[in-house]
């Protein structure tokens, strides 16, 4: 067992291993890779494999697993819905797959199929096609309906939050920084008119201040947000925006603009003009404790507009179990209670 893997083959390892010192008391085996993760010849090996898979997935637990994430008997199993029962319950995805086989739940030809996939592009797929930091690192998907959850993941774990956003309102979900920024604008007076303003007033409504200046305010604002996303506990890692529209081809894409520029004629799909995107933000853990992320839905451009929403999600971070582990061996625990704060930006 060693820390160089990922906590899910260590447990899977110790279960075996445990099996086979419950099933073949007083006889030595000494196991390498092949003898623990990959199906041997030898009746020892399948039955301490069988040991380690209902000792870490008891049947009940697979079941209830498998209905949660949307598992029935004969149906289609997606990548993604088989790491999310493995990330559950604790184990690898192979290992996850290969129990929801043996009982059942998954068939042996869609068992092959799950196996070609990689945990990676399962969890990519959660995260709308945006790769987690660290690879082994598990993922959260939550979305609008998972309002006010709490999650209890490990460090470097990533929460990938979903909502709807319609950007030609002008709202935006923003976390406190951003809405630091937005409430320290100030109403500007509306500058003169351009026919009746003399060359010298369009000059200084044109230029307000020198480049050098400006070039230089916006390095230290860069700088500011470089240096307090190294310290925060739950630092967004990825942001981005799917239009509503996104679904539609390019040609189709392009047919549409034709059209609302009045240079298309003939039979065309009707633009959806203003439709509700979704905003994805990928949040990773980096400190323990108890913490909170919070949004709110409000005007971007309007200092101090009203919220018209909020969305929360808690997390309890947890050390890795390795780390855990080394503490107790030290006599050096963590924090007795860890700490709780409302943290409501990166």
Sequence with gaps: ITTQRQPAVQRYTAAHEIGHWILDRGRPWFDGEAEIMRPSVLERERLAQLFASYFLMPPPLVYDTATRHGIQRGQIVDPPQAYLVARDMGVSYEAAVRQLTELELVSAPDRQRLLT?????????????????????????V?????????????????????PENRSTG?????????????????????????????????????????????TNRIAVTETATSAATSVPLTVVADHYAPGWRARTSRQVRTMRRLLAGRSHGEVPVPRISATGRRWLSIQAREEGHWQYKLVYVPAHQAFGPPVAEFRVGATVHEEPAVVHRRALLGVGGREEPPTAVWSGS
């Design 143 to 163: 979305d609008e309906r998972s309002n006010d959850v709490r999650l209890d993941v490990v460090i470097r774990d990533e929460i990938v939050i979903a909502l």
């Design 117 to 141: 996939v990689s945990p990676l592009l399962a969890k990519r797929a959660l995260a709308h096609g945006v790769r987690p930091l660290v690879g082994y690192a598990d993922v959260w998907p």
């Design 171 to 215: 709202y935006r979900w923003m976390a406190a920084p951003t809405l630091a920024l937005r409430d320290r604008r100030e109403r500007q007076q509306a500058p003169p008119s351009y026919a009746t303003a003399d060359t010298s007033t369009r000059a200084a409504s044109e230029s307000p201040i020198p480049i050098a200046e400006s070039t």
